[in-house]
């Protein structure tokens, strides 16, 4: 959970910790994203100012986002968002839409915006950190334009992996976690979709000169390699 302070100043030079934590309040998403976020030591004095980090992390189904973003959470704190596992989660546990969702995932669709960004709006407001992977989020335009409208921002950084197809489906018809979207046929449409929806979401971010197009193929420490610097490049915006 996040808080902001009425000053910020007055909260970084002031010593009289009660007063700074009668005048916070719990930031919602969008003032999240626009806000500096107070963080506070453990003698409960106020410690310091962060600034959110949200990494979206793109590519086609089997490119290894979750594999590589496991790492990056490994190395660098950063609190995991998958869209997909979110929304897996949602029909596991009877969410309302719970049966809309698994049809839609099992043709290889897109989700309805609202019913995503809710849930990634949930998760992150839950969550005691600043600093965001957002895994297989936007899949299409239609959902970039969603959430940014939502969160008034756009992400500091967006990471591609680049991943031939055959590579692709040779690794999600291996994957193994029982997916009801892992089957030949599926993963045909998936790729449809990809190529028609989510291209466009990469497109518009290379424009913004947000895009960093990683070499999805080698062995996962390798492909860290490529990835690692682009989050030591920006240590100082996200610790
Ligand atoms: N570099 C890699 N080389 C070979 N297999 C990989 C590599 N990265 C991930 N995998 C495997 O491929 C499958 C898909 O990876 P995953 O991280 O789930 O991809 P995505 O989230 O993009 O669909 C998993 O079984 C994973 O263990
Ligand atoms: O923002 C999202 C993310 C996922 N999905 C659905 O969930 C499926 C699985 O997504 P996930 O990211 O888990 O698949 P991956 O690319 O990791 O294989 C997708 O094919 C979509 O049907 C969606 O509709 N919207
Ligand atoms: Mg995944």
């Not at 969550?127 to 959902?143: A, C, H, Q, T, V």
């Not at 992996?161 to 979207?181: A, H, Q, T, Y």
Request: net charge neutral; proline share 4%; with cysteine.
């Amino acid at each position: 959970m996040w808080w902001r302070v009425a000053s910020s100043r007055f909260a970084l030079t002031s010593s009289r910790s009660s007063s700074v934590h009668q005048a916070a309040y719990r930031l919602n998403f969008r003032e999240f994203f626009t806000t500096e976020i107070l963080t506070w030591a453990k003698d409960g004095r106020p410690s310091t100012v962060k600034t959110p980090f949200v990494a979206f992390v793109l590519g086609g189904p089997g490119s290894g986002k979750g594999t590589q973003c496991t790492k990056i959470v490994e190395t660098f704190g950063f609190t995991h968002l998958s869209a997909g596992d979110l929304l897996r989660h949602a029909i596991s546990s009877n969410y309302e839409n719970s049966a809309m969702i698994l049809d839609t995932i099992k043709e290889g669709k897109i989700v309805p915006s609202e019913v995503t960004v809710k849930l990634i709006q949930r998760a992150i407001e839950s969550s005691d950190n600043y600093k965001f992977l957002i895994d297989g989020f936007p899949r299409s335009e239609e959902n970039r334009i969603a959430f940014e409208k939502i969160i008034g921002a756009e992400p500091n950084i967006v990471l591609f992996f680049d991943c031939p197809e055959e590579e692709m489906v040779k690794r999600v018809l291996s994957r193994n976690e029982g997916r009801v979207d892992d089957n030949i046929d599926t993963i045909k449409k998936r790729l449809k979709v990809f190529a028609a929806l989510n291209l466009p979401v990469i497109k518009h971010y290379s424009e913004r000169g947000k895009v960093h197009k990683i070499n999805a193929v080698g062995t996962v420490d390798d492909i860290f390699e490529q990835v690692r610097p682009l989050f030591t490049a920006n240590e100082k915006e996200i610790e």
